[in-house]
């Protein structure tokens, strides 16, 4: 307990210590900021992609219409500011979005940027261009989006079929830049063009990206740096011991474990580190169009038997939170409070007891302590999702549930979760915007591509609708409290936790902020720069 | 000798075609395709855009067709296109074959030039402490898995220098360009020298007990012409089988130390071939592999000769 507290206040310090170091002087021009990188990203196009293991290296390359602050941690609609649009206004109805758009901002191949690459970015999104992406993971964000309206060069406006304040947000995200129209979806998967403050150099699959200095950013002055080297290194030994001997200015972002960042302290003193949540929660998908798991009370025992505490102990020595579906405060902007969590089945303190209720809707199902329900839990053969799985086993004996750990290769997981080929799953939930729109409607609404479990409750979609509409935060928040409450009580897909993870970098680097409340947002990197 | 080489050719051929099949069909009996993969990393699975890049890959078309198709593609030396980056795929293979071939051939050369003299030592004092402490350190180099080893250099360096010699395509210093080679390469080497070790020891007792040893030895020859002239040279052929065979086994082992040392050289570029099924990139990576494969076979067999003027390859 002892160590945790150290950590965390050895990590308050650091946040500190960056906020005064960070803008302390004035940011010095040039350098090349040297990352490593955790894998081969499958291509360069945001687009196509959903990990950030393509936003943080590529999100420097573009621009969006608007974008969160590069430099506040907490993603919020307050800090939404214009990027390639220099304003933007809500008609009267709320139903259209009107962008004002920068004039003189040229792509990176010197052709000019206007808004038909806007209206073509969104038409391909939403499956209306002739041109096609490979794949368009989140066109369903856009389903709300009647179409995007040119009145001229500079002036796009987005017609939604309804009131959708959130669309804001998700235009925000790190996942929306705009796109050339000369380009290709092809060739921006191997050669991206962007109108960021980084041009494309090279992609070497398994081995680097290179991006440069844009000389003709329209934001004059920066970047500050003069390229960013992103050495590919997927074994986690050998890029951690090459952090620590210098060979990289800093981490891959979010990815360093909280036991790591002991080691990492102990080697690297000096280096600065801080720990944050990232809007990732890992769940239990349960495929409740099937035996045992169609019974509802065999679904409320299981998450009654959970206990949280207990995995965010044993995996992140304390540095996780418990919430719902939506990230927990003070970080997450929409979560539930603590006293709201703890009314809800399976979240109360008293862990004994609600495995005792557990153990009794077991036995009322048919179960007891001389017949165990035998499952399996499937789940990715890779250590984030592993580790979490076996604790889960183990509990699940506490409920007379005997499981099996079955393993699935990546390439076998999805295709085996679509085809409703499992009981129980321990998955993995990242959101890219803090927002209930991006995490309901994905997740749970009925028949979306990613709500794997098939939840379908016509009554809650409603719900998401009304709060999807809603103007006014305070009233949106009660909304979404109140829908992320029923998720759970309906066993929609249980939250075991909201983890936390590590970033670090050498003091000499500055002007990094890590967002608090998603993975994906922060990477934009025109305001970094080194001071040595 | 000639009809020998010949018919040995003929046999390369027919067993690279064998090979060209097996790979081919293993490839595709593993579960999942490259369109799973990328799918899965979207997290979604939508069954037309699924169809639409199976059919522009050219998955849906029969197995035989795809394999009719690829190797005539690669008879005319078009090694087709990656999966993954959308280049062609020996540009994606080209570069790397230097660096692993640097990699390997450091590493044979260390597991020879260490393996062979502290074998011949070890053989000739027998029984001593020197033959006891070369003994332990062989089966030392049998036991340690190459990657804890290289993580082990990586962390002393790292912690007795301050730096790590991880690859660096632009060495800034010849001490650094030597480290990043040299220090994978006895890595993946140290298991091989230990094997070589112990073959030549081996092999080397059992030839110093020879009546020609004895006889040499009777005609005044000195020790180190005994030794090194007379019995290595007889004592050689296992020994040439087994860096034969190591040769043919050392991919498995740079797989490990090219992750470790982070080296993007052919072996780890074939496991994340093979973990996205970049069909082009593997088939193609394998069949190399297995051509480096028959051709140290068959140079071995020819090195027999060379060696061993008894051996004579006819009819």
Redesign the interface.
């Known amino acids: 307990m002892r160590s945790v507290q150290s950590l965390a206040a050895a990590a308050a310090l650091s946040w500190l210590a960056i906020s005064s170091i960070a803008f302390a002087g004035e940011p010095k021009q040039g350098g090349i900021l040297r990352m490593y990188h955790r894998d081969?990203p499958?291509?360069a196009s945001i687009h196509?992609?959903?990990?950030y293991s393509m936003n943080v290296p590529f999100m420097p390359v573009f621009n969006n219409l608007v974008i969160f602050k590069q430099d506040v941690a907490q993603n919020s609609m307050d800090s939404i500011v214009p990027d390639l649009a220099e304003s933007w206004a809500w008609s009267g109805d709320n139903k259209t979005l009107t962008f004002k758009l920068r004039q003189g901002v040229k792509w990176h191949d010197g052709k000019p940027f206007t808004s038909a690459d806007v209206k073509c970015t969104f038409d391909m999104l939403m499956g209306k261009s002739p041109q096609?992406f490979?794949?368009?993971?989140r066109k369903s964000l856009y389903d709300e989006v009647a179409d995007v309206t040119t009145a001229s060069d500079f002036e796009v406006a987005f017609n939604l079929k309804r009131p959708q304040p959130a669309l804001l947000a998700l235009l925000a995200s790190g996942y929306t830049p705009v796109y050339p129209c000369h380009v290709s979806p092809?060739d921006m998967?191997?050669h991206p063009v962007g109108t960021g403050p980084f041009r494309f150099v090279e992609?070497?699959?398994?081995?680097?990206i290179k991006l440069v200095r844009n000389p003709d950013y329209w934001k004059k002055g920066l970047p500050h740096l003069d390229g960013i080297d992103f050495?590919i290194?997927?074994?986690r030994?050998?890029a951690m011991?090459?952090f620590?001997?210098?060979?990289f200015d800093m981490t891959f972002p979010t990815e360093v474990s909280v036991p790591l960042l002991k080691d990492i302290k102990s080697?690297a003193p000096n280096a600065v580190c801080v720990v944050t949540p990232n809007n990732v929660n890992t769940n239990i998908i349960v495929n409740s169009s099937s035996p045992p798991f169609d019974s509802l009370d065999i679904r409320r025992a299981l998450a009654l038997a959970l206990d949280r505490k207990a995995f965010i102990q044993i995996l992140f020595e304390g540095h996780a939170d418990i919430g719902g579906t939506m990230q927990p405060p003070p970080e997450g902007f929409w979560g539930m409070r603590k006293d709201m969590l703890e009314t809800i089945p399976g979240y109360g303190p008293d862990v004994n007891a609600n495995r005792e209720k557990a153990r009794k809707l077991m036995q009322k199902a048919g179960y007891g302590p001389d017949k165990h329900l035998a499952v399996k839990v499937s789940t990715r053969n890779i250590p984030v999702y592993r580790d979490p799985a076996v604790i889960l086993i183990d509990q699940l004996k506490s409920i007379y549930i005997d499981a099996d750990l079955d393993v699935v290769?990546?390439?076998?997981?999805?295709?085996k979760i679509?085809r409703k080929d499992y009981a129980l799953g321990l998955n993995l939930t990242g959101n890219s915007v803090d927002d209930p729109d991006q995490s309901f409607y994905e997740n749970y609404s009925c028949g979306s591509?990613?709500n794997y479990t098939n939840y379908c409750n016509k009554a809650i979609e409603k719900l998401f609708d009304e709060q999807s509409q809603e103007t006014d935060i305070a009233k949106r928040k009660k909304l979404v409290w109140e829908i992320d409450k029923q998720l759970q009580e309906d066993v929609a897909r249980p939250i075991i936790f909201h983890a936390h993870t590590g970033t670090c970098w050498q003091p000499y680097v500055k002007g990094v902020t890590v967002m608090s409340n998603s993975s994906y947002n922060g990477y934009r990197y025109e305001d970094v720069w080194l001071d040595k | 000798m000639l009809a020998y080489i010949v018919r040995r050719l003929f046999l390369m051929l027919v067993t690279l075609f064998g090979i060209s099949v097996i790979i081919f069909v293993l490839l595709r009996i593993v579960p999942g395709n490259i369109v799973d993969i990328l799918f899965a990393a979207a997290g979604y699975v939508d069954p037309a855009d699924k169809a639409n890049l199976e059919r522009e890959l050219g998955l849906d078309q029969p197995i035989v067709v795809q394999y009719l198709h690829w190797i005539g593609g690669l008879l005319r030396g078009d090694l087709g296109y990656s999966y993954v980056s959308e280049k062609p795929a020996l540009d994606e293979i080209l570069p790397r074959i230097p660096i692993t071939a640097r990699l390997a051939g450091l590493a044979l050369l260390f597991s020879a030039s260490i393996g062979i003299p502290l074998g011949v030592i070890s053989a000739v004092r027998q029984g001593t402490r020197l033959d006891y402490a070369l003994r332990v350190l062989s089966l030392s180099g049998l036991s340690l898995p190459s990657f804890w080893l290289g993580l082990l250099i990586l962390m002393a360096s790292v912690a007795l220098f301050g730096t790590m010699p991880i690859f660096n395509p632009e060495p800034k210093t010849w001490t650094e360009a030597i480290a990043i080679y040299c220090v994978p390469a006895m890595a993946v080497g140290f298991r091989s020298a230990a094997l070589t070790m112990r073959i030549t020891r081996s092999s080397m007792l059992e030839i110093l007990r020879q009546d020609f040893i004895r006889t040499a030895r009777a005609k005044g020859a000195s020790e180190a012409s005994v030794n090194f002239h007379h019995a290595l040279k007889n004592a050689i052929l296992p020994v040439i089988t087994v860096i034969g065979i190591e040769a043919a086994f050392l991919i498995g082992g740079l797989i490990v130390t090219e992750t470790v040392f982070n080296i993007p050289g052919v072996a780890r570029f074939l496991v994340e071939a093979i973990r996205w099924r970049d069909y082009p990139i593997v088939q193609n990576l394998v069949m190399m592999i297995a051509v480096v494969v028959v051709l140290a076979n068959f140079t071995v067999d020819m090195l027999y000769a060379v060696f061993d003027p008894r051996i004579r390859y006819t009819d």
Request: glycine share 10%; hydrophobic share 25%; proline share 7%.
């Open positions: 081969s499958g291509s196509e992609g959903a990990t096609k490979r794949q368009n993971p092809g998967r191997t992609f070497k699959a398994n081995e680097s050495t290194i997927p074994n030994s050998t011991l090459a620590v001997a210098g060979q080697q290769e990546t390439a076998n997981w999805f295709p679509a591509e990613r």
